[in-house]
């Protein structure tokens, strides 16, 4: 990019203001001056864009339902190199940059870590220089807007517009058209082929929105493609004429509602239809839009592998199998083998859980009716998959079931995956090995060349330089130079310094300054004064019963009894701090939210935890929360159930901020532990495998409960209730007489024992300084630049 100056910065801001707001600065309001400024550096985006030659390059298409994105206008400023320029422009016009960036929403279109990683890939590749566009949906409202009355979740709607406007750049002249509904009719043709086409369809428009994302210290600008839904007529004449109204926009209304909201609840007919139209309008209008530029750059689609690959995460773009296939046979003309060999050459997979409830399954009739093409080759793709898997497993009739495209009346998406793509990959060596141990086990016996693994990476430069700046300038200053942000691996020189306790003391002052802006920002939100001189210990991800929130606010409940019973034992203060989302279906996840907050009430007004004890639920975690967050953190509880956590990314930033692990052997965690061994890390819980062990020898929580006096004082606890009347007996219930799925009675012990060694080296200053340190000098393998480079190597065969 060409580079500008902070004069030059304001001169454009102002002229930015004029043209599009018809303001001078002093007039302009904060919202009006981020506009300004972003525009201002989407232009300068777009510039790069076009100068950029093509690349002969395999082109990369990046499906996600998610991109967290968070706030762009410091990243994107960083990125062009012109960061520390906007600021002092900004200040030159009389302005705070902070409450500038302050002003962009966040751009809500994601829920959690699988958001999160696609936001990070995007700026890797961009960064490394490779041709990739990553593509979602134009959700108009996002995920939601978390409100917390009366300590329950509340969902509103979560609008994002002044960012959207800002950032994004509609293409109508790439618009595409994508069909629901209607009846496939076959002709024959001269040529003796049958043609097939779908009549009395409804058409839904798809325009496309692009977020231009810079790469660092580069030209490189990809492209995020949004994927906004319209209807062709946005109003019925006729209807309107004969005052029907409302009826008259039906059509429109339709239309526009598949992009409203992500993730709606699918526990209806018509939630369910909904999520079916979002995916195929997704992949649908993705698939037509690839294929026809690559009928303008190189005519003939027989070459279409070799130039284009699509990395689809998790199941929900599955249809663009079926979506490429229909397009290649009824409007090029190609054969079955033709078409499925061309899919199958250039779609891979990446699982990014083992949950079942994610491992998406439709019922066929809602396929069918919706769908009625893509139900016709998906058909297809069961009856010629299930041929193959008699003849592999013959005898094995459970191998066949299992792997079955469609069974028992509903489609099972992972099992297309597995049928089609060229490589199917996990998030981390765990997961990996799950996958091909157990989940996708028959089909890994047959082609375990498909088979391999990424493990998951996070922007460092986002989540250590610019959400950490203080302990930016400590490393760049120690490595002698800031090299580490092109080369992450460079951050283990850091470790050079463990002993010197000048660094370790600067470490120390960081972390406090930290803790202060966060302290001021809980107090500001929440109306909580934060002890800064509390360990801060952070659980923040989307609330699961897998993730355990509930064991931690066990953990909780047995500090504040250990309180009443002995006021004046040796207590180092302590602070926990929750951030989570539930889906809004997700009751028991709700449920568990409610505990959350009845409980930091009540700790919070016990006058033997003041100034000990301390619980705050974050309302409405988001990337911006999580930015001020981070720094701050010095313990990370990773406390999820053995085998049931892909990889995790919170888990990283906090490392990368040296908070210090509190884990199970789960997704990264395991690789994490490798790095830093348990001196560095504190380890509990009972493994997958001895998990498996006790669940088939027969696991009884009941035991578990009559033989711990202290766990049963946490639950007696959680089924009284808490000071606001309100009881979690069901809870309670349904650990103790309903089986504890997720092990948390099992664990319980452990997971006391693990908390008290990590408290005795958090009450020793320096020794926690040096843990934190080489926490921070290995994580840099954790980077996503390193995790996109080998995806490039590995999968996409760049």
């Given amino acids: 990019m060409t580079p500008i100056g902070k004069d030059g910065l304001s001169a454009a801001i102002a002229d930015k203001l004029s043209a599009h707001f018809g303001k001078k600065t002093q007039d302009a309001a904060k919202t009006e001056i981020f506009c300004a400024c972003a525009i201002l550096l989407r232009e300068m985006m777009a510039r790069g864009r076009v100068k950029r030659t093509r690349s002969d390059a395999r082109h990369i298409h990046y499906l996600s339902m998610e991109f967290l994105m968070g706030r762009s206008l410091a990243k994107n400023a960083f990125n062009l190199g012109i960061y520390d320029e906007l600021c002092a422009a900004l200040r030159e016009l009389g302005l705070e940059p902070a409450d500038i960036f302050e002003t962009e929403p966040d751009a809500g279109l994601g829920n959690g870590g699988l958001g999160r990683l696609a936001a990070c890939y995007l700026d890797s590749m961009a960064t490394l220089g490779l041709p990739a566009t990553g593509y979602s949906l134009c959700y108009e409202l996002g995920m939601f807007c978390q409100k917390i009355v009366d300590y329950r979740q509340t969902e509103v709607a979560d609008s994002w517009t002044v960012s959207a406007d800002s950032w994004l750049v509609p293409a109508y002249d790439e ?17 003796g082929k049958c043609h097939t086409s779908v009549e009395n369809y409804t058409p839904v428009l798809a325009v496309p929105r692009d977020m231009l994302i810079s790469g660092y210290e ?97 199941t929900h773009p599955t249809m663009i199998i079926p979506e490429l296939m229909r397009i290649f046979m009824d409007e090029d003309g190609l054969g079955w083998d033709e ?42 793709i069961d009856i010629r998959h299930r041929k193959y898997l008699e003849e592999k497993f013959y005898g ?189 279906s997700y009751k028991v996840a709700k449920r568990i ?68 692990t509190i884990g199970t052997l789960d997704g990264a965690n395991v690789e994490m532990h490798k790095l830093l061994g348990d001196e560095n890390m504190m380890l509990f819980g009972l493994r997958a495998e001895e998990i498996a062990a006790l669940k088939k020898q027969g696991y009884d929580p009941l035991s578990v409960y009559n033989g711990s006096d202290r766990l049963r004082a946490v639950l007696n606890k ?45 009450s020793d200053k320096d020794k926690r300084s040096a843990v934190s340190l080489r926490n921070i000098a290995r994580s840099g393998v954790f980077a996503a630049d390193r995790a996109v480079s080998e995806y490039a190597k590995n999968i996409w065969g760049i």
């Avoid at 949004?226 to 029907?244: V, Y």
């Avoid at 979690?728 to 693990?754: C, I, P, Q, R, T």
Wanted: proline share 3%; glycine share 6%.
């Fill in 175 to 191: 618009a595409v058209e994508v069909r629901f509904g209607g009846v496939c009719e076959e002709t024959w043709g001269f040529d």
């Fill in 218 to 314: 580069t030209d490189s600008v990809n492209i995020l493609r949004l994927w906004d839904a319209k209807a062709p007529k946005s109003l019925d004449m006729r209807l309107f004429s004969g005052g029907e109204y409302v009826k008259s926009m039906e059509q429109r209304t339709m239309a526009e509602v598949i992009t409203k909201v992500l993730y709606p609840a699918d526990d209806t007919t018509a939630g369910k239809i909904l999520r079916i139209k979002q995916q195929y309008f997704f992949v649908s209008a993705t698939a037509q839009s690839v294929v026809r530029q690559h009928r303008r750059d190189f005519g003939d689609v027989r070459s279409f592998a070799k130039r284009h690959v699509f990395q689809i995460n998790d």
């Fill in 339 to 380: 078409a499925l060999n061309i899919a199958s050459n250039c779609v891979a997979y990446t699982n990014h859980t083992v949950m079942a409830e994610a491992l998406e399954s439709w019922p066929q009739d809602l396929i069918e009716t919706q769908l009625p093409r893509i139900w016709q080759i998906i058909r297809e």
């Fill in 396 to 584: 094995n009739d459970e191998a066949i079931l299992r792997n079955l495209v469609i069974s028992g009346g509903s489609i099972h998406m992972a099992n297309i995956c597995l049928a089609v793509c060229f490589r199917i990959n996990g998030v981390s060596a765990m997961h990996s090995e799950i996958l091909k141990r157990d989940l996708f086990k028959d089909i890994y016996a047959l082609t375990p060349e498909r088979f391999t693994n990424v493990t998951n990476g996070i922007d460092h430069r986002r989540w250590l330089t610019l959400v950490n700046p203080g302990l930016h300038r400590l490393i760049a200053e120690l490595l002698g130079s800031e090299t580490y942000l092109r080369h992450p691996e460079r951050i283990a020189l850091l470790e050079n310094f463990a002993g010197d306790d000048a660094v370790l003391r600067h470490l120390e002052e960081i972390k406090r300054e930290n803790k202060l802006r966060f302290c001021e920002y809980v107090q500001r939100e929440n109306g909580l004064a934060l002890d800064p001189d509390a360990v801060f210990d952070v659980q923040v991800k989307r609330l699961h019963e897998y993730k355990r929130q509930l064991l931690c606010a066990m953990l909780i409940i047995d500090l504040q009894q250990r309180l009443h019973a002995n006021p004046n034992m040796d207590f180092l203060p302590r602070s926990f701090v929750f951030g989570a989302k539930a889906a809004s």
């Fill in 593 to 660: 939210i409610s505990l959350l907050c009845s409980l930091a009430d009540e700790v919070n007004a016990d006058p033997l935890c003041r100034g000990r004890l301390q619980v705050v639920f974050l309302e409405n975690y988001r990337v911006s929360v999580a930015e001020r967050l981070m720094p701050a953190a010095q313990v990370s509880e990773q406390i999820s159930t053995a085998g049931k956590e892909a990889s995790g990314t919170g888990n990283m930033k906090l490392m990368m901020n040296g908070a210090i």
């Fill in 718 to 762: 959680i089924s009284l209730g808490f000071r606001n009347g309100e009881s979690f007996s069901d809870l309670v219930s349904k650990l103790v007489y309903g089986g504890d799925s997720f092990m948390l009675l099992a664990d319980f012990d452990s997971y006391l024992s693990a908390h008290d060694r990590l408290y005795a080296i958090m």
